[in-house]
T-cell receptor, first 111, second 115 residues
Framework: DAKTTQPPSMDCAEGRAANLPCNHSTISGNEYVYWYRQIHSQGPQYIIHGLKNNETNEMASLIITEDRKSSTLILPHATLRDTAVYYCIVRVVDSGSRLTFGEGTQLTVNP | GAVVSQHPSWVICKSGTSVKIECRSLDFQATTMFWYRQFPKQSLMLMATSNEGSKATYEQGVEKDKFLINHASLTLSTLTVTSAHPEDSSFYIC???????????FGAGTRLSVL
């Protein structure tokens, strides 16, 4: 699976949009971009995933650049409960693949 | 999203004893289950992958005789830490993926403390 690069930490004001970047310049054509987050002392929580089109769900939006070498996770109105480590992972969707976690981005939402 | 239940959430045991952790997929059939370990201030490390009815595939450096994995049904996998020692103290997290293969869901984790 392709390697991803994320900033180690980011801050965001409560109520503002949080934009978390991820670089995956070696991504292959059949690899999806996944985002998970881990709130302290809990298991990771699935947020969203996409292949090449932008995606939106009730939690977030995923913007993937046209060349697919980078993406941005957007939390439109961050709350204190969104403080967590956010992981960007690229993965082929097949029976043999699995999620490999990097260091992620520690997002701190401030009041 | 789908629910993965992990039990117990916290366990303390004496050195030399064995500990079993259960992982259940509550509302979907998990054809593949995964076990991760996470040490303080570190990221998740994959320990092993198991497919229902098959032997688990362990990552390099993970002792298969120490970390016994059973995936006997489509909704249950267990991890047994045999002869636990203080260095096995960690946060163990299970994960499950269904037939669709596109999303992996995670349990809440089990914090193991070996005295």
């Amino acid at each position: 699976d392709a390697k991803t690069t994320q900033p180690p930490s980011m801050d965001c004001a409560e109520g503002r949009a949080a934009n978390l970047p991820c670089n995956h310049s070696t991504i292959s054509g059949n690899e999806y971009v996944y985002w998970y987050r881990q709130i302290h002392s809990q298991g990771p929580q699935y947020i969203i995933h996409g292949l090449k089109n932008n995606e939106t769900n009730e939690m977030a939006s995923l913007i993937i650049t046209e060349d697919r070498k980078s993406s941005t996770l957007i939390l439109p109105h961050a709350t204190l409960r969104d403080t967590a480590v956010y992981y960007c992972i690229v993965r082929v969707v097949d029976s043999g693949s699995r999620l490999t976690f990097g260091e992620g981005t520690q997002l701190t939402v401030n009041p | 999203g789908a629910v993965v239940s992990q039990h117990p959430s916290w366990v303390i045991c004496k050195s030399g004893t064995s500990v079993k952790i259960e992982c259940r997929s509550l509302d979907f059939q998990a054809t593949t289950m995964f076990w991760y370990r996470q040490f303080p201030k570190q990221s998740l490390m994959l320990m092993a992958t198991s497919n229902e009815g098959s032997k688990a595939t362990y990552e390099q450096g993970v002792e298969k005789d120490k970390f016994l994995i059973n995936h006997a049904s489509l909704t249950l996998s267990t991890l047994t830490v045999t002869s636990a020692h203080p260095e096995d103290s960690s946060f163990y997290i299970c994960s499950a993926r269904g037939v669709a293969k596109n999303i992996q869901y995670f349990g809440a984790g089990t914090r193991l403390s070996v005295l």
